[in-house]
């Protein structure tokens, strides 16, 4: 199940909410087991067989973080941390058993030409979420950031809770344990929950949704101009920014409503005038996870510049694996890993000296070219398609690109325009100037999203393209 989805729209999220709101306010526990059953509900819906895994997974992680809690009160740390890495290896083992089975004995087939036959092990919608999500809370239970969770119903609502669960953002326990336990609905924060949704509902359906079909048919032509090339791969990059911000969005929306404050995964990420600060501003909070619980263990800085680009680029090969089981995100990884020490060593010196637009000018050529590399599956038609871009085609531009650019004009202005900060301030300098008529002000904000969410749903119904790409990671 999806958030742009009749069947969520429609059916789920009215009963779940009247279900929860039923409930009174000071029963947080009878609100954890509404919102436990419809999170496993809404879990189940397209494929019930992996709640199994999901519900091993917590009660797992549930009984490790105990037993590492009750060494970690006695001061017995020596004692936990074998425990801790019990508990590790186990989430890494699930994972790689469901995510990498296949691309392993597909490798080895490449290397020795073993005919291993594949077994064809499906991938859990959302398995890499809620086990980054699950990992960091036995290793702040072990680092004593938090309180091993006694209650299992509570724990289980942490890692299930639907808003977050299939595509983040990441949410540490740390970040929502007092919420979990205790949290109260305030109108203002359903009234922003609302907006919040409203506003990512219509950057899934009325931009990614309408720009992927332009990236889908120009990467799937044989022989296309420059031109016909960076309009595709521009595509895609805007399709993919949309599609998962706006789903960050709806999931922060929907975790409002109920009470929670997830922190924000996206930040404007395309006005970036280089790449470390790109990584600032995109998807931050898996971002975040890295830095914490894997560059920070590994010495991070403190151990000397050699050490330090080692571990940038361990990290790097490791967020690609994390995306995807295909060579196409390994060269991802090492992709970005290779440019942010680059930075680190000299291009960043170098950016400081120039006038802002070519930092943005860099970061955009070096954003684009990495959104092939993972967007094309096959590493030699990424290469292939990339040498496009810098006319291997021999031609600058051609009929394609001139039919796409013409019929897509206002969707590509639109979906570049959407994405930095320039909606947003409008948004702010026209409430500023009603701020004293509020009843206007409210009129026109609510007129604006019942807009949105009216074509959204239009254009939902009416469509038959509506994925979401990060269900496959």
Known sequence: MVFSSSVFLMTFIPVTLLAYFIVPERFVKVRNVVL??????????????????????????????????????????????PMLIFCVLGNLAILGFFKYTDFVLETVNQLTAAGLTLPGIALPI???????????????????????????????????????????????????????????????????????????????VLLANQIYPVWMELSSMENISAASAWLGAAAFTFQIYFDFSGYSDMAIGLGKIFGFDYLENFNYPYISRSITEFWRRWHMSLSSWFKEYVYIPLGGNKKGLPRQLANILIVWILTGLWHGASWNFVAWGIY????????????????????????????????????????????????????????????????????????????????????????????????????????????VETVFLMAIFVFSMAFLVSGSYNPFLYFRF
């Open 36 to 81: 436990l059953t419809a999170s496993l509900i809404f879990y189940g819906w397209g494929e019930p067989k992996y709640i199994l895994i999901m519900l091993f997974s917590i009660v797992f992680n549930y009984v490790c973080g105990l037993i590492i809690g009750k060494e970690i009160n006695i001061n017995n740390k020596h004692r936990a941390k």
């Open 336 to 443: 970005y890993g290779i440019i942010l020490i680059a930075e680190k060593l000299c291009i960043l010196k170098v950016l400081k000296k120039c006038p802002p637009g070519v930092g943005h000018v860099y970061s955009i050529v070096i954003i684009v070219i990495g959104w092939v590399i993972f967007a094309v599956d096959d590493l030699s038609e990424a290469i292939r398609y990339i040498g496009m871009m810098f006319g291997s085609s021999g031609n600058l531009t051609d009929t394609a690109f001139s039919y796409f650019l013409e019929s897509r004009i206002w969707l590509i202005i639109a979906c570049a325009i959407g994405s930095t900060p320039l909606v947003r301030k409008v948004c702010g300098i026209i409430s500023k100037r009603l701020r004293e008529r509020y009843i206007l002000l409210g009129v």
């Open 126 to 204: 959302g398995i890499s979420f809620y086990t980054f999500q699950t990992m960091s809370y036995v290793i702040d239970v072990y680092r004593n950031k938090v309180k091993a969770q006694k209650n299992i119903i509570i724990f289980g609502t942490y890692v299930t809770l639907f808003p977050q669960l299939i595509a983040g953002p990441i949410v540490r326990y740390s970040d929502v344990e007092a919420m979990l336990i205790d949290r109260k609905t305030r109108p203002e924060q359903v009234e922003d929950g609302i907006r919040r949704f409203i506003i990512g509902f219509g950057k899934k």
